[in-house]
């Protein structure tokens, strides 16, 4: 078992610029989800998924679009890179919660992108 | 909307002494709760969870956490810290069924000799 990978593991754009992050997990995990996470902000979640086909919005999703084609996949991209989206990225995803309650998340290793 | 606050943004300990990381949340339902560790340069991994049952929990590396309804805390205990330990600390808060958790912003831990 993989669990959540991440590609790819650095990269560096100059503004203006495209690129796509690819999460893939082997979990069978309906749930994924797409946070970034910046010195003294802690994590924050840009979109997220409750299953193939599905996407929402979380608290930073300007910039961002993102696309759950599979149910092991979850894409983010970024269209025109910025500045201000230089940070680390990290995947996550996890169960449909059985109970009333969301369940534990298990996290990929990270993406750092510096845009330039 | 629940949320969640981590009062110490970094904590110093000698190693061998003791460690607690505070965590209060606020949600109007009896909530999950979780602490993550996260090494330098890696991601997040989960060190326990409490769901219902026993306030005190049990986690791995020698960790524990004590769920505490009446001051709305999970605070996360290590009897005896080790250098591995020196990381960054998040708590976090599940709530409704189809909403992702809350992450609190985040503790990060160092240890001296």
């Known amino acids: 078992n993989a669990g959540v990978t991440q590609t790819p593991k650095f990269r560096v754009l100059k503004t203006g610029q495209s690129m796509t992050l690819l999460c893939a997990q082997d979990?069978?995990?309906?749930?994924m989800y797409w946070y970034r996470q910046d010195p003294g902000m802690g994590l924050r979640l840009i979109h997220y998924?409750?299953?193939?086909?599905?996407?929402a919005k979380g608290e930073v999703p300007d910039g961002y679009n993102v696309s759950r084609l599979k149910k092991q996949n979850f894409l983010l991209g970024l269209e025109s890179a910025a500045p201000s989206q230089t940070s680390v990225y990290f995947c996550?995803?996890?169960?449909?919660?059985?109970?009333?309650?969301?369940?534990?998340?298990?996290f990929g290793p990270g993406t750092r992108l510096t845009v330039l | 909307a629940q949320s969640v606050t981590q009062p110490d943004i970094h904590i110093t300990v000698s190693e061998g002494a003791s460690l607690e990381l505070r965590c209060n949340y606020s949600?109007?339902?009896?909530?999950?709760l979780f602490w993550y560790v996260q090494s330098p340069g890696q991601g997040l991994q989960l060190l326990l969870k409490?769901?219902?049952?026993?306030?005190l929990v049990q986690g791995i590396k020698g960790f524990e956490a004590e769920f505490k309804r009446s001051q709305s805390s999970f605070n996360l205990r290590k009897p005896s810290v080790h250098w591995s330990d020196a990381a960054e600390y998040f708590c976090?808060?599940?709530?409704?069924?189809?909403?992702?958790?809350?992450f609190g912003k985040g503790t990060r831990l160092s240890v001296i000799a």
């Open positions: 996550a995803s996890s169960y449909r919660p059985t109970s009333g309650r969301t369940d534990t998340q298990y």
């Open positions: 979990m069978n995990h309906e749930y």
């Open positions: 998924s409750v299953g193939e086909g599905t996407t």
């Open positions: 949600y109007g339902a009896t909530p999950y």
């Open positions: 409490y769901f219902s049952g026993d306030t």
């Open positions: 976090a808060v599940g709530a409704a069924r189809n909403t992702p958790l809350v």
